[in-house]
């Protein structure tokens, strides 16, 4: 029988051998220091049934070192063909994944979280070169994912069904079976991190996996890849493929994949929500964030002091869960010279420097942007108590994008200190005179990723928690993101679906249920003399 030509188009693109790479980093050889300017850039290849394989696109996008601003690797917009043969793989491969025992997906899991912890100081050294943020915060950023790793080794006890006699030698059961192709588009902000947010339990559940890591910071996915193959995927299961807005499209569009994982900014993230769920996929969506710090008179002032310079400041605030608003409750404003003093302190730097705090922003566009925010905000009205925007770093550092913790009092709706997120080291104060007010701050603003409050009162801890409408709330935590045996639970304008990652709704999120209704009579059959065209009513 002839195929389609639709078909046989696709069979001769897949046939299509494309030239294998290696990573230039190995688990013992990994960048420690930034590269030498007379260096030629890396090629960032792509993830395509276990191999990874340098694109033939004409187009490819640079990658900058953010502490220098120099060229350090290429990233191709992947072809219409290696997103094909991407998918293609991921969608063959998925009949046999999924037959896989879960027993046997559970070992290769093991075996993945052990290969990621050899590998994290490799996985952090591509990140601080390619991201820009400190060491010891990549190693954070790896291991973040890693405990998502961990945690969907729990698998055997997380997808176990339920089972019922439902009647008389009739038992009902509910299993969850996985979707297909899942498709991941990823952020800057952490390499390793989100792609294992998700992939993990895409791997488990027995799904398969196409993912675009975000073109500014491909190096840590693609280690991840590597390591997937060495753990024991089968070929196909797990694609990454490379790009801008062609290749989000394409995730979006091809009826192979069956939901998409996306986090990232608001205005991409609801343009993926929204195409995707058009076209009747399952999408989650993790989204921007504003997120509140307050404190109430009561609370341990160096606690307090030490919490919020570190969650503002931490990975130059490029953090979804980074505070970005101070809420000074009463008195508590007299403390803002404490903050202020504890940020001038931090010293910016590359983040190869074990004494350096804070990292550059991502891009010269962020800086600039930064900048503009803090410009406009002093002539909206807010008091600039620390000024980072005079930062220049030495020697070649001086091209890079780094910009001082920088604090502005006095901010308030209207303010675009306090209306946007900047994703820098910037810090918005607003002062309130009581928890109430306080509350109404925070549950005004239309993101819902984060807050924390800092106090020694039980009391006033849970009436803040019961009114508070913010997902992830922390009492004296700064950045309460929750262990993976939880879910990230942001809301409001920070989260577009239903199930959020990881935990056990991102399980039901990558799975459908199905019951199978089974009957062995043990009673004489011969009874049934003639069918029965009423609905059963056995029991
Ligand atoms: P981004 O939205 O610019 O990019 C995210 C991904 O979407 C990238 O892979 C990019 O290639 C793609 N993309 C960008 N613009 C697109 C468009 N117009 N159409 C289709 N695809 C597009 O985000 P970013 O700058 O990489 O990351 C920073 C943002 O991510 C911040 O807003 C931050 O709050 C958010 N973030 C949220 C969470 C969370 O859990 N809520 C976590 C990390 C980051």
Redesign the pocket.
């Known amino acids: 029988m002839l195929r389609p030509a639709t078909t046989r188009m696709a069979m001769r693109q897949t046939s299509r051998l494309l030239s294998t790479v290696k990573l230039t980093s190995t688990t013992n050889s990994y960048p420690t220091g930034h590269v030498d300017a007379s260096a030629s850039p890396y090629i960032t290849p792509s993830f395509i049934n276990n191999k990874l394989v340098k694109s033939e696109s004409k187009t490819w996008y640079d990658i900058h070192d953010p502490a220098t601003n120099q060229v350090i690797s290429k990233v191709p917009q992947s072809t219409p063909e290696e997103l094909e043969q991407a998918i293609d793989a991921a969608h063959r491969a998925f009949p046999v994944w999924k037959n896989y025992s879960v027993i046997k997906r559970q070992g290769i899991a093991f075996k993945f979280v052990q290969l990621l912890r050899e590998n994290m100081d490799r996985i952090a050294g591509v990140i601080v070169l390619e991201q820009g943020k400190t060491f010891a915060d990549a190693k954070g950023d790896v291991l973040r994912g890693l405990q998502v790793a961990e945690a969907a080794c729990n698998v055997t006890n997380d997808l176990k069904g339920q089972t019922l006699e439902v009647a008389k030698d009739m038992e009902t059961k509910m299993i969850r079976e996985p979707l297909g192709v899942i498709g991941s ?6 390499p390793a991190m ?1 792609p294992l ?1 998700s992939l993990p339990l895409v791997l488990v559940t027995g799904n398969t996996a196409v993912i ?5 910071v491909p190096g840590a996915a693609m280690i991840i890849a590597e390591l997937v193959a060495q753990a024991g995927v089968p070929e196909g299961v797990v694609s990454i493929v490379h ?3 062609d ?3 394409k995730i979006i569009e091809d009826p192979r994949i069956k939901a998409i994982t ?8 609801k ?2 929500y929204e195409k995707g769920s058009a076209l009747g996929k399952r999408v989650q969506a ?4 504003k997120n509140h710090l307050v404190v109430l008179p009561d609370a341990d002032k160096n606690q307090f002091v030490n919490a919020v310079v570190g969650a503002a400041f931490g990975a130059a605030g ?4 980074a505070i970005s608003v101070l809420v000074t409750v009463g008195k508590t404003k007299e403390w803002v010279s404490d903050v202020v003093a504890a940020a001038r302190d931090l010293k910016v730097g590359s983040g190869f420097d074990s004494k350096s705090d804070v990292g550059p922003l ?1 891009n010269p566009e962020a800086l600039t942007r930064s900048h503009e925010i803090i410009a406009d905000s002093v002539k909206q009205g807010a008091e600039l108590l620390l000024d980072g925007t005079k930062f220049v770093g030495e020697g070649a550092f001086s091209k890079g994008n780094f910009l001082g913790p920088t604090i502005l009092s006095g901010t308030k709706p209207g303010i675009r200190a306090y209306d946007e ?1 900047i ?1 820098a080291p910037v810090l918005a104060i607003v002062n309130v005179e009581t928890l109430e007010e306080a509350i109404q701050v925070v549950n005004s603003n239309k993101y819902g ?1 984060g807050v924390a409050l800092f106090t020694k009162s039980g009391p006033a801890a849970q009436a803040f928690t019961k009114n508070i409408e913010a997902g992830q709330v922390g009492i004296n935590v700064p950045i309460p993101v929750p262990l993976p045996m939880f879910s ?1 639970t ?1 809301n409001k304008g ?2 577009l679906g239903d199930l959020n ?1 990881y935990g056990q709704a991102g399980i039901t999120f990558l799975t459908q249920p199905k019951t199978i209704t089974t009957l062995w009579k043990t009673d004489n059959v011969e009874e049934e003399l003639r069918p029965s065209t009423s609905m059963p009513t056995q029991q």
């Open positions: 588009i990823c952020p800057f902000n952490f989100v947010w675009k890591p975000s073109e500014r790009g801008k807005h290749t989000v499209n996306f986090v990232g900014g608001d205005k991409a993230g343009y993926i993790n989204l921007g964030a490029q953090r979804c869960m991502i997120e994703f990723n990230f942001g920070s989260f990652f």
